[in-house]
């Protein structure tokens, strides 16, 4: 997979992530302060969900969809 | 649903490099801004990326001539030598912005590093013909992308953020506006502007790889649909990766820290290994990257070895077609009218990866060319259509036009099934990404893939259905790389010939009697239209010159004739 985590026992809830994905993989519970990932499967790992101020975010390697690469 | 409507001289839609600057300049020019962004306005894009910007000046010894002959030689002459000119000539004044809006650069006693951006590794042939590859780019420092962001907060521009805009609204044979959503929120607004700059970049089909699944040709289609011409879609601007791990690092730790020369692309290495082990040859292009790696594959000799991301490893390459092209990084879009990037339509104005100069040609010819060209274009847009939201009459809103456009955006939403817009994408995806469709091309495949776009576009599009707000942004998206799609085949298949990215199995050699021509595509009563526009006579190459000197590289079969 892609965005694999946030830490919500690191997580501060300031949505930095949220405003950062640029293709709103991740919400903000507004109700708990915490950032969550939503949309996982439309990941793109850019990675700027990395500019988190408390490190709360980890990636994986590697591509959890169906997806026609190289030649077969 | 909340509603907002937002009035405004001038809207900007899509902020990276090039709508930033068009805020600015907008604002200096005293006309009221809104910038808009389906994302977070120095994240979204391709902008958080660039590594590099090309400045042309020659105060450092650059000359004019050399930068134009390659240009011309690798973008194979079909490249706008006046925009090609414009660009180069505007881009120190850009800098100079860049510098003063913050954004810091690798220096060394007060000048920053230039360095050279060789093209390509490899020797052309008939190298005292083809003078070296002169370009030269300086590196920004880390986080300057934030800069751009303050430079366009400190203009006094508004910026709204996570807003997805779905058409242009028109009036009269004028855009007057946009409207779209609220990525998040169910909330839809109205955006009644003086003038319109579209600045959201290319269009790519979410490939994996490369980061750039945001960028869905909305700029493109939008601007198409509102009547305006678009080129330079049978050209690619390919990225390869590698199959194992095609995201693998993330790509923007690497690049964001301003140093991405230091980041191993495979795509321009020059040690490819085919199956059976034998050194890789450079196919067409002056340099790897292109259809080199794929007509191994069309040749039984897959898989292809390089060394390459994420840490200079030796590991199979995916070709891109097996990834997807990335954008068409500045060869195409949409097609401006003059110097100030107005379009067939007034009040619409296109900048960066939208704007279809055709600055670079059939192939992009330059590092830092393609961020050179956003703050170029951007500028000279965001000048434009500030005068003419200055000068020309306002209409009166059209508040039933304006609640129907409201009513497309949130037709997904409303329909209860249908066709969701991940499984459409990637039949989409299927259709388009093998090597064998965009690549190496030829009739029968492009009207085979034509085949699947028009039932997606006739027969799917229209059913594409969303359950929450995050599906509505993918639908109207899924919509747009479609008729993108289209664009490219139809485009592909006028092209009967080969040149700088675009190969046909089916007609391998260029063209010069036919075929020194732009593609452009327009819509006409619904149907979408391809003709050609020959390029200016200062743009030819010179006749006298044998063929094998116009184009020092070889493609696949024109050996044989």
Request: aromatic letters at 8%; a negative charge; one cysteine or more.
């Amino acid at each position: 997979m892609t965005i694999a985590a946030i830490d919500e026992a690191v997580c501060n809830g300031c949505g930095i992530c949220v405003k950062h994905c640029p293709i709103d993989v991740i919400r903000l519970d507004r109700e708990r302060k915490k950032a969550v990932i939503a949309y996982r499967e439309d990941c793109m790992l850019c990675g700027q969900c990395l500019d988190c101020p408390e490190d709360a975010v980890r990636l994986e390697p590697g591509w959890g969809r169906a997806y026609l690469l190289g030649w077969g | 649903m909340k509603e907002t409507t937002v009035q405004t001289d001038v809207l900007v839609i899509g902020g990276g490099m090039a709508g930033c600057f068009a805020a600015v300049k907008a604002r200096e020019a005293g006309r009221d801004v809104v910038l808009v962004d389906k994302g977070y306005v120095s994240k979204s894009g391709e902008t958080p990326y660039a590594g590099d910007t090309a400045v042309f000046n020659p105060a450092w010894g650059h000359d004019l001539d050399a930068w134009l002959t390659q240009v011309r030689t690798v973008g194979e002459y079909l490249n706008d030598a006046r925009w090609t000119e414009i660009v180069f000539r505007d881009s120190y004044e850009r800098f100079l912005d860049l510098r003063a809006f913050g954004v810091e650069f690798l220096e060394e006693d007060g000048e920053p590093v230039r360095l050279d951006h060789p093209l390509t590794q490899i020797e052309l042939p008939d190298r005292d013909k083809f003078p070296p590859l002169v370009s030269q780019v300086v590196h920004w420092l880390p986080g300057w992308p934030a800069k751009l962001r303050k430079a366009v907060v400190k203009s006094g521009a508004k910026i709204i953020d996570r807003f997805v805009v779905t058409e242009l609204l028109m009036e009269d044979g004028r855009v007057v506006g946009a409207a779209g959503f609220d990525v998040e929120g169910n909330a839809t607004r109205v955006l009644r502007a003086g003038a319109v700059v579209m600045s959201a970049g290319g269009g790519g089909f979410k490939a994996v790889g490369y980061p750039t699944h945001e960028l869905t040709a909305d700029g493109h289609v939008m601007a198409y649909r509102a009547g305006c011409e678009v080129t330079g879609k049978e050209f690619l601007s390919p990225h390869h990766t590698n199959p194992e791990e095609p995201g693998w690092p993330p790509i923007y730790p690497v690049f964001a820290s301003g140093h991405s020369a230091a980041f191993p692309g495979a795509w321009h290495d020059p040690e490819m290994v085919n199956a059976e082990g034998d050194p890789v040859p450079v196919r067409g292009m002056a340099w790897h990257g292109w259809i080199d790696a794929e007509w191994e594959a069309h040749e039984g000799r897959a898989p292809v070895l390089a060394a390459g991301p994420p840490d200079g490893k030796v590991r199979p390459l995916s070709g891109p077609g097996g990834h997807g092209s990335m954008l068409g990084h500045a060869a195409g879009g949409i097609v401006p009218v003059d110097d100030t990037c107005a379009t067939h339509v007034p009040g619409l104005y296109a900048a960066g990866d939208s704007c279809g100069t055709c600055f670079v040609g059939a192939a992009y010819s330059g590092f830092g060319f393609a961020t050179m060209h956003a703050a170029v274009t951007g500028a000279r847009a965001g000048l434009g259509a500030a005068e003419y939201a200055r000068s020309a009459d306002r209409a009166a809103p059209d508040a039933r036009g304006e609640a129907e456009a409201l009513e497309r955006a949130l037709a997904p939403l409303r329909r209860r099934g249908g066709f969701t817009p991940r499984w459409t994408t990637q039949v989409l995806q299927n259709a388009l990404a093998p090597y064998f469709v965009l690549y190496i091309k030829k009739e029968e495949r492009l009207r085979a893939a034509l085949t699947t776009v028009e039932f997606l576009r006739d027969h799917v599009v229209p059913k594409l259905y969303a359950r929450d707000d995050h599906e509505l942004r993918l639908a109207h998206e899924t919509a747009n790389m479609v008729a993108n799609a289209e664009m490219k085949l139809r485009a592909s298949l006028l092209r009967t010939e080969s040149r700088g990215t675009h190969y046909r199995e089916d007609f391998p050699r260029r063209d010069d009697p036919d075929w020194l021509a732009w593609v452009r595509l327009k819509d006409e009563g619904g149907v979408m239209t391809p003709f050609t526009e020959p390029i200016p006579e200062e743009s030819r190459p010179d006749p006298a010159l044998p063929y094998a000197q116009r184009y020092p590289m070889r493609l696949p079969g024109e050996e044989a004739r």
